[in-house]
């Protein structure tokens, strides 16, 4: 027994020695000149991030023959309303949608307590170009501006929504999220633009069953406190040129994370194309840890055209702990054709990444300065290969 007690504290010494070698080596390689942020600074996104409006078009198209069917939310409203979004009409919002299929909004801002918004079933919201959902001052350590919970056939068009991670009163809590979507099937949400949450801005999980078919195009989101999307637990999931930025405030900091909670989780046919993640702790985080367990479990993640500026870590993977009583995950997680540029670290990790499952990295161009300065793609994969533990779990193509 005590030799083996030695045997293990010389393991775990060695362990922790080759990981201040491999952090401190990976630093060395992936230092630019170019400081990304040591201390939070906010800054504006650049446009040229943004969806154009010719890809917004056909969506506007499809919610304007929505309106002549649908329900005008203002007539709930009582008499005298106001229109600046200073008094609560939470009730009113809800009774618009509990009692019509196919709602629009009012054209102005509106104050919601933290009771939020529930979307029932067969749904059809619409959001004009002046509608506005704001989340009242509180101090919980959960709530939803909208919330999709055990439900099906669900469109939103242009849905904004404003947390108040200024005015929260409390302090604790990592969880007041904008939109929350969970054991949901057949979502679609077009052009989301999320701001100022408590937690995540948008937030895509489960209660008694994973979600699944859950569509998000051209999401924005900007300044959430904890992840701008963590996707926990679902199945086909593809989202559209999100755009999401200066995420910062409790960890991880995230600007799309996948971190699934549990054993029962799942994270099956998730597809993100033409990612921008900007001036976060980290753009692009993959957690699989809770994933682990009895319950055999199938990763399959496809990121596609990730554009990465001025996060701390373009794309970070890790989580796994040293060993297991349970197999590793299977399946792949395909990462390609990606642009990491102005950033600290190009791409972070943690060790015995053994246990999870095949990660490719097809094509990757880095920027690390503001002048322009390239790493090849051929160093930064050499970089990545000759910092990864088990490298038969890491492939790499130029």
């Not at 948008?202 to 989101?221: A, C, D, E, R």
Request: glycine fraction near 8%; aromatic fraction near 10%; proline fraction near 4%.
């Amino acid at each position: 027994m005590l030799k083996q007690r030695f045997y293990n504290k010389v393991y775990r010494f060695r362990q922790r020695f080759n990981c201040t070698i491999i952090v401190f080596t990976t630093l060395l390689i992936f230092w630019g000149s170019c400081k990304a942020q040591e201390s939070f600074k906010y800054k504006t996104i650049a446009n040229s991030y943004l969806p154009s409006v010719q890809e917004l078009a056909p969506f506007k198209l499809t919610a304007n023959s929505f309106k002549n069917r649908a329900y005008d939310a203002t007539q709930e409203l009582p008499p005298g309303y106001v229109k600046d979004g200073s008094i609560d009409y939470t009730t009113y919002m809800q009774r618009a949608i509990n009692g019509n299929a196919n709602v629009l909004m009012p054209n102005f801002p509106i104050l919601v307590n933290s009771s939020g918004i529930s979307i029932l079933s067969n749904r059809i919201i619409l959001f004009g170009p002046n509608s506005k959902l704001i989340m009242a001052p509180n101090n919980l350590t959960n709530y939803q501006i909208l919330r999709i919970f055990n439900a099906n056939n669900v469109k939103i068009y242009f849905p904004v929504l404003v947390g108040d991670r200024d005015q929260h009163t409390g302090t604790t809590g990592e969880w007041g999220m904008g939109i929350s979507i969970a054991s949901s099937s057949n979502i679609q949400i077009i052009n989301p633009k999320v701001y100022e949450c408590w937690g995540d801005g948008i937030y895509i999980g489960q209660l008694t069953k994973h979600s699944s078919n859950i569509q998000i195009y051209y999401p924005q989101v900007d300044h959430a406190r904890r992840n701008g999307i963590s996707i926990v637990s679902a199945t086909n999931v593809t989202i559209l040129h999100p755009v999401v930025s200066n995420i910062n405030g409790t960890e991880p900091m995230a600007g799309i994370d996948m971190e699934p909670n549990q054993n029962s989780d799942s994270l099956n046919n998730i597809t993100i194309d033409k990612p921008v993640t900007f001036n976060s702790k980290r753009g692009l985080m993959i957690v699989l840890l809770g994933l682990i367990g009895k319950n055999g479990q199938q990763v399959n993640i496809s990121v596609k055209n990730h554009i990465d500026d001025q996060s701390q870590t373009a794309l970070h993977y890790s989580g796994y702990k040293q060993f297991y009583n349970y197999a590793p995950i299977g399946g792949n997680i395909n990462i390609i054709n990606s642009t990491w540029k102005n950033n600290k670290l190009g791409f972070g990790h943690g060790l015995y990444n053994k246990y999870g499952p095949v990660l490719h990295i097809n094509k990757v161009k880095t920027i690390y300065d503001l002048s322009g300065k390239n790493i090849s793609q051929t160093q930064m994969l050499d970089a990545i290969k000759n910092n990864i533990v088990e490298k038969d779990k890491i492939q790499l193509v130029n």
